[in-house]
């Protein structure tokens, strides 16, 4: 039995390659938490295209592979971190770039707008930018605590990143990360290009990996 077999859904979309695409209400995407939070099968991928989320699952098999597409209602659809944590940056970075909001998401904090962006939400319905605030990193508790801040701007030559350490002794307590530093928007650049311009821009999008992700490109492409 397939994954999009077990989850009710409205459509199959033609022309998506190599898995099947299906369009659910939010009784499938119910399902489809359902089936992560049991454990029978794995979250291979969350993201946004306003006004939709997306998600894919993988089975057992390799080969048993869903993909499934929600119409977000008033730029809404339910959380997946709710009941199946590991969903939880990934519902940040959509909320960021989308400005789709899952509903009881156990952390609404921003993930990739750090507050230093021109605009808001700038793959969805754009706004003008936030105001930077303070972020609130997680509590801990305890006694003979400290805190060690390390980043964004490191001594050698990897790419930036905040790292914020709990630590009694030699113990760490808690180690919280905030990335996004260096999000280039490769997404959005590449709206309206040609196949060989967003190749490059595939290519830029990591110094030290450019042939993954221009190699990753050509093989969606």
């Known amino acids: 039995m397939t994954l999009l077999s077990r989850i009710t859904h409205t459509d199959v979309a033609e022309r998506h390659h190599p898995w099947q695409r299906a369009v659910v209400a939010e009784a499938g995407w119910q399902q489809a938490i359902d089936q992560l939070a049991t454990g029978r099968c794995s979250l291979l991928g969350l993201w946004g295209d306003a006004p939709e989320v997306h998600m894919a699952l993988l089975g057992e098999e390799s080969s048993n592979v869903a993909v499934i597409s929600y119409t977000c209602k008033s730029g ?18 959509i909320r960021d770039l989308f400005g789709l909001d899952a509903v009881d998401a156990p952390d609404a904090r921003p993930w990739l707008d750090l507050g230093f ?3 808001r939400y700038p793959l969805g319905k754009t706004g003008p930018a936030r105001e930077p605030v303070p972020y609130n990193f997680l509590p801990t508790e305890g006694e003979g605590l400290h805190q060690i801040p390390v980043g964004p701007v490191h001594a050698g030559i990897i790419e930036p990143g905040h790292f914020r350490f709990t630590a009694n002794g030699e113990h760490v307590v808690r180690l919280e990360q905030r990335l996004g530093w260096v999000h280039k928007g490769i997404e959005a650049l590449m709206r309206g290009c040609t196949l060989e311009e967003a190749a490059k821009l595939a290519s830029r999008t990591s110094g030290d990996s450019t042939v993954a992700y221009a190699f990753a490109f050509s093989q969606a492409a």
């Open 117 to 119: 962006w021109n605009v």
């Open 76 to 93: 809404k659809y339910p959380s997946v971190a709710a009941r199946h944590p590991p969903a939880i940056r990934l519902e940040r970075a």
